[in-house]
């Protein structure tokens, strides 16, 4: 009996994901300035929610202390702190925010794969120039062209 013919042999054949096929294809699709808009503001909300957590927790773990560390705390200091970690925890290991998540993009590095960590940290860090906001209005906002990443659809609408 030859193995081509042999009756116990599992059935061969090729499987196609097609999940990954539609992803490659959507990779190159930018994500346009509304849906971006969207997922800035989900993510905002996010943010908001993850520091009242933050406080709550400092107060339920570290009593008055908690709380009288962080009214003394500059409220710039321990937003921008709050703001960097969400993204660089979020963004570093999925490559999504949860906006992201939920608008349907995600972020690429220039040859379409997942960004770096210092790519990760640099468009992290890039959202803390000043006026960096008002770069959403050029072709790449610089917290994308800096780190030379891109943001990229990951469903159609």
């Not at 908001?48 to 009593?63: E, N, P, Q, T, Y």
Request: net charge positive; charged share 20%.
């Amino acid at each position: 009996m030859t193995v081509e013919h042999n009756p116990y042999l599992p059935p061969v054949s090729t499987v196609a994901d097609r999940a990954s096929d539609e992803t490659s294809a959507l990779a190159s699709e930018a994500a346009g300035k509304g849906r971006r808009f969207a997922t800035f503001v989900v993510d905002y909300i996010f943010f908001l929610v993850l520091s009242f957590m933050v406080g709550i927790g400092a107060a339920l773990v570290f009593g008055d202390r908690g709380v009288e560390f962080l009214q003394k705390t500059p409220d710039i200091v321990l937003g921008s702190s709050i703001f960097f970690v969400y993204y660089v925890f979020f963004e570093g290991i999925w490559a999504r925010s949860p906006g992201k998540f939920i608008c349907g993009t995600r972020v690429i590095n220039e040859a379409g794969g997942k960004p770096s960590w210092g790519q990760v940290l640099g468009r992290s860090a890039c959202r803390f120039i000043p006026f960096e906001a008002l770069s959403c209005f050029a072709q790449r906002p610089w917290h994308d062209s800096i780190p030379k990443t891109r943001v990229v659809l990951t469903r159609k609408s």
